[in-house]
């Protein structure tokens, strides 16, 4: 008899402990359920949000109108994607206006802590978002690019004006992206 009401208060108590560690990640939520399901909303490091807006020829990045957007999709583990971060970071400064670099981290639930660690150690002076809606964006960006699921990491993908200009799958060389970046500015 004393099992079904200790048994109430157990799952009463981990209820109530699920829902307020859950709090933050459900406003993420329904911030991004109250825009259209075409849109996607990121939050950086800094707590600065970018709005990304499917469209038919890509991907558009809110307030990037003329600019080069880099949307590359690592994680902190990976070492292909440690090593192309001063890399991003070395554009990033080059092009300054002309470019806009978003680090999307394919890590669920990573600590704030552990990018910015990541950032300090590899040089990675540009925009890392760590949201709960990366995966939404890599899943689009994913099906756009007809990579399925399983995709090799580090995924670099270059935007202008939403239009899909290229993407790299792994390890790239900084002339390479540059080479797309000029083509794109037209310089």
């Known amino acids: 008899m004393r099992k079904i009401p200790l048994l109430t208060t157990l799952l009463t108590i981990g209820l109530l402990f699920g829902a307020c560690s859950k709090e933050k990640e459900s406003t993420t939520q ?99 978002v760590n949201s709960s809606a990366n995966m939404r964006l890599i899943d689009k960006i994913a099906k756009q690019l007809h990579l399925g699921k399983d995709f090799g990491i580090p995924l670099m993908v270059l935007y202008k004006d939403g239009k899909i200009i290229n993407y790299y799958q792994g390890a790239t060389e900084e002339e390479f992206i540059e080479s797309d970046i000029k083509k794109a500015l037209d310089l």
Request: with cysteine.
């Open 30 to 128: 329904e911030a991004n359920s109250l825009l259209a399901t075409n849109k996607i909303v990121l939050t950086s490091l800094n707590n600065k949000q970018f709005v990304v807006e499917k469209t038919d020829t890509g991907l558009k990045l809110k307030d990037a109108k003329d600019k080069v957007v880099i949307y590359d999709i690592f994680a902190t583990w990976c070492p292909p994607c440690q090593a192309e971060a001063s890399h991003l970071a070395s554009l990033q400064k080059k092009y300054k206006d002309k470019l806009i670099v978003l680090g999307v981290t394919v890590e669920n639930n990573i600590p704030n802590e552990k990018l910015e660690e990541f950032a300090k150690q590899h040089h990675a002076d540009y925009t890392l």
